[in-house]
């Protein structure tokens, strides 16, 4: 079996298997892919389209055809010579509903459950209420109105042999202690007699272990007809739509270790540890060794038999020592290495989703592979807008929208009501631990917990980037830069005495090592505030970033996705080149995409987008027509126009990126299927902005007028017209881009990744939209015709080229593993006219030169094509200096003798948008 090479990312679900995906394992192995790359595959609730709301971390998910399914795939994945990386979920689980068993233990038994640390909860909440127990906020309505309308249901499980309350698909036990508050009221002797024995468990110091036996012994009595009947009639007693029956429930409900509430109360209130600001996922602290343990146990004992060959960790700036859970975790990998499967490689490579700000840098000292290559996207899509649009589009965002083009701008005031709202529970309880270390001090027991939240909240909303990495021995000097920012930034918006505590808090939080305080109690406390802190902030980020700003600014917004930083409209050839060079040096085997189950928009969406900004004149101009033409069309309501001038420009933005080459606006099916699937994105882009209508409190108004805005400028005829004439245009440079970033992706540094469907055109929005099925047949009978690239690029709209061009490059990575694996990197610049218009560079390994050069800012050197080709007397004398000698191209399989001097791009473009030419030195 080979290393990694090339991956392909599956999003598994019930409706695309384990055994679906070994179905395709020829296609996959002739397209050139070396591994596949599965979504989460361990348990997740019934019917998850994704995996990451994992429900048993010890199993297979049977939805997806169990180990058993699993089994064969990596039988089939063996045959072919292929392999698997498995992307694993080590900082959350799944939590309500009545599916996980370890969230259901804790809420039976609390702090004395197994199951207690393994979940982040706060047993110590300053609200009397939640004195020992769990805020559970799951009611749809406030607990009381729950409660009297009879939508808490207590019952009993014959199979398990326990007492419950059920809401909807919500399971809340009863802590067998207090099962005889309920077999009391049954009418049956033997029922009874069990009530003093479950009572009697309230004095017993292994209450759990001795609860196993009573339980099944309850359920040897329920196996009596007379029983059942006794047992329904007394919880009919705590029907809650009767006064008694209501006063019953409420007091057995108040003996739990957890209080029911109302879902609204969470921001507020929660204390435990979320999956950003989503309740049903609880943080898991995989910090402790034994939760380490138990969460891993299934993937690396796969490892260890050989049928997973890498790991992906999600999401892991939600643990509280990334740094120290990735060394261990290698510890754990290189140990098994002995006793993998002979075939399989000693070495099992670990990446991680990480999402780096500007400027920041994956930590090298973490034993990983590198990042899931998030940063490449916007990477390619940095050189691929035109720096001279930003002024123009950012004039029209701001005098249609009325916000300001400034994207940092608009972070910080989303960093702001995140902190306020969404993630509140979370800052309190970051301020409360910082507190305590004041209090812990006499040189700072005087700082209050107001001071605190005030130069708290600057310093977060400041944060340039995701989380900072301070552990016991205080802040890496990789992250200074980061956190000075930040403090620079908060000061200017403090007070004097507030700056004063801000300056403490710099220490306190990293700028100090926890290890040198005076005494245990005050590092301790240190080193919990610390994790609060950093915990924190990934989640406000990736909330005000991703799903906040990102929805809000819109100059252009194909540069607003996960990983990007939209505070850049583009980015330098320069900019491009380091970032490649830095990753051969640090992170060769990293994986880069251009395309992920997390992105915003496909990437040829953002593709035709990026065109755009060679034309900023010509979209304002149809902006402005559209906007007259869609006057009537607008609603004008009590918060104002709908939907506002932003919300229109980003829809018009949208229209255009997303129309496919292939779709005729006189095909009223396709155009249906179209405006489904906009009118889905645009509820969803909507509530992300917050700003008219939001998830927790949705403006139902403002959605509808919206949606009947974009159905009818898509059922206008006119303006369809005009619309559809406009996507036209972005035709070609969109396709150019497309095969570009498609090209680089395929030959820079690091391990290419490749998202189903997408050897293909990828039009597709944001998610469900990107986890549509896809069509392999179809895509298996276009491989197989093996048409040479520039023999597909005739029909280029039907995306066979894309897959040719992917074809072929993925062969040559193939056969030439260690020029991609070990080359170095070395830019290439061009002279001439056009000079600015490619992007070039080589790769070297012993005696093999790969040169890559493709085109970019392309649209004004398309204006005579028929097809995403430039044609030779655009590029002009553009020529590239080249190393003489004999050069195949590896996509049309002809030769170049390049001499002493250089080669023109009319020469190296002549057949397509990209080039790629292998030289060997003779031996």
């Known amino acids: 079996m080979n290393d990694i090479r090339a991956t392909l990312r599956l999003q598994f679900h019930r409706d695309f298997t384990l055994a679906d995906a070994e179905r395709w394992v020829d296609y996959y192995k002739a397209l ?19 995996g990451y709301d994992g429900i048993d971390p010890t199993r297979i ?36 509903g009545s599916q996980n068993p370890w969230w259901l233990d804790v809420l039976a038994w609390g702090e004395q459950s197994p199951y207690a640390g393994f979940f982040d909860i706060d047993w110590h909440s300053p609200d009397p209420t939640l004195a020992g127990k769990l805020l559970v906020p799951f009611l749809g309505a406030p607990y009381a109105e ?32 207090h099962y005889g508050d309920i077999l009391r009221f049954a009418e049956h002797n033997a029922l009874y007699e069990q009530a003093a024995f479950f009572e009697s468990l309230q004095h017993d110091e292994d209450a759990y272990g001795a609860a196993q036996d009573m339980r099944a012994q309850l359920t040897k009595v329920m196996e009596s007809a007379a029983a059942q009947k006794a047992t329904r009639a007394a919880t009919a007693l705590f029907d809650g739509t009767t006064p008694h029956g209501a006063t019953r429930l409420h ?64 999401h892991v700036d939600g643990l509280a020592d990334p740094r120290g859970y990735c060394q261990h975790l290698r510890q754990r990998l290189d140990a098994l290495a002995k006793k993998r499967h002979a075939e399989a490689p000693r070495h099992v490579p670990l990446y991680v989703e990480k999402i780096l700000g500007d400027g920041e840098t994956l930590h090298t000292d973490w034993g990983v592979e590198g990042t899931s290559g998030y940063e490449f996207m916007n990477e390619v899509s940095g050189i691929q807008h035109d720096p001279a649009a930003s002024a123009p589009l950012g004039q029209l965002w701001q005098q249609m929208s009325g916000r300001e083009a400034d994207f940092t701008a608009e972070v910080r005031l989303a960093r702001r009501e995140i902190l306020e709202s969404l993630l509140a529970s979370e800052f309190s309880a970051c301020a409360r631990a910082l507190h305590r270390v004041a209090r812990a001090s006499l040189e700072s027991r005087d700082i209050t917990l107001a001071a605190i939240r005030r130069a708290l909240e600057a310093l977060i909303v400041h944060f340039p980037i995701y989380r900072s990495y301070a552990d016991d021995k205080g802040r890496p000097a990789a992250d200074a830069p980061f956190f000075n920012a930040a403090v620079r930034g908060a000061r200017q918006v403090l007070s004097p005495p507030d700056t004063a505590v801000l300056e403490t808090l710099e220490r306190w939080l990293g700028g100090e090592a926890p290890s040198e305080c005076a005494t ?26 991703e799903d906040t700003a990102g929805y809000r600014s819109a100059v252009l917004i194909s540069r607003n996705d996960v990983g990007f930083d939209g505070e850049h409209f583009s980015h330098t050839l320069e900019h491009f080149h380091k970032a490649n060079a830095r990753r051969a040096q640090d992170f060769p085997q990293s994986m880069v995409t251009t395309a992920t189950h997390d992105h915003k928009r496909g990437e040829d969406v953002r593709a035709r987008l990026a065109a755009l900004s060679e034309v900023p004149a010509y979209f304002t101009a149809q902006v402005e027509r559209w906007r007259r033409m869609a006057a009537p069309l607008r609603q004008t309501l009590p918060e104002g126009p709908a939907p506002s001038p932003g919300d229109e420009l980003i829809a018009y933005q949208i229209l255009l990126g997303a129309w496919p080459p292939t779709l005729d606006p006189q095909d009223d ?26 998830w927790l409190w949705p403006d139902e108004a403002y959605e509808t007028a919206c949606r009947d805005f974009l159905e009818g400028v898509l059922t206008t005829p006119a303006l369809r017209d005009s619309l559809a004439a406009a996507a036209r245009e972005l035709d070609l440079p969109g396709a150019v881009n497309g095969l570009v970033q498609t090209t680089l992706r395929l030959t820079v540094p690091g391990v290419p990744d ?68 070990q080359g170095d990197y070395q830019p290439l610049t061009g002279t001439g006219e056009q ?34 080709l430039i044609t030779q007397p655009a590029w002009g004398d553009t020529s590239l200096p080249l190393s003489p000698g004999d050069w195949q191209n590896v996509l049309t399989d002809t030769h170049l003798d390049a001499g002493s001097g250089g080669v023109y791009l009319a020469t190296l473009l002549r057949d397509l948008p990209v080039g790629v030419y292998l030289r060997e030195e003779s031996t």
């Open 61 to 96: 998910d049977p939805e997806l055809g169990g180990e058993a399914a699993l089994k064969s795939l990596v039988a089939r994945l063996r045959e072919r010579g292929m392999g698997l990386v498995l992307d694993i979920v080590p900082n959350h689980l799944a939590v309500g």
């Open 835 to 868: 000079a600015h218009r490619m992007v070039a560079f080589t790769r070297r390994h012993n005696g093999q030169e790969l040169l890559v050069v493709a085109a970019r800012l392309a649209t004004p050197l398309l204006k005579a094509a028929d097809r995403p």
């Open 251 to 314: 007091a057995l409900l108040e003996r739990q270790h957890y209080r029911l509430a109302w879902w609204r109360t969470a921001s507020d209130e929660i204390n435990w540890r979320r999956f950003f600001d989503v309740t049903e996922l609880g943080g898991v602290r995989v910090e402790i060794p034994d939760v380490f343990d138990a969460v891993h146990a299934l993937p690396l004992r796969l490892v260890e038999q050989g049928w997973v060959d890498g790991l992906r960790v999600d």
């Open 146 to 177: 729950a409660l009297r309308a009879g939508d808490l249901v207590l019952g009993h499980d014959a199979d398990s042999g326990g007492f419950h309350v059920d809401y909807h698909e919500h399971r809340f036990p009863i802590d067998p202690r």
């Open 669 to 694: 099916d396709a155009m249906q299927r179209f405006i489904e699937r906009l009118t889905e994105w645009q509820q969803k882009a909507l509530r992300e902005a917050k700003l008219r209508s939001h």
């Open 520 to 545: 245990q109690e005050e590092r301790q406390l240190r080193q919990r505030a610390i994790t609060r802190f950093q915990q924190l902030t990934s989640p406000v980020a990736a909330k005000a970033v």
């Open 32 to 50: 050139g892919i070396s591994h596949l790359y599965a979504s989460p595959l361990q348990a997740s609730r019934t019917g998850s389209a994704h």
């Open 754 to 821: 490749l998202y189903q469907g997408n050897d293909f055109w990828d039009y597709s929005l944001v998610d469900p939209d990107n986890r549509r099925p896809v069509d392999y047949a179809l895509r298996q009978a276009a491989l197989a015709e093996a048409l040479p690239p520039a023999k597909a690029l005739p029909a280029w709209r039907d995306g066979r080229i894309k897959q040719a061009i992917t074809a072929r490059l993925l062969a040559l990575r193939s056969r030439r593993p260690a020029l991609f694996a």
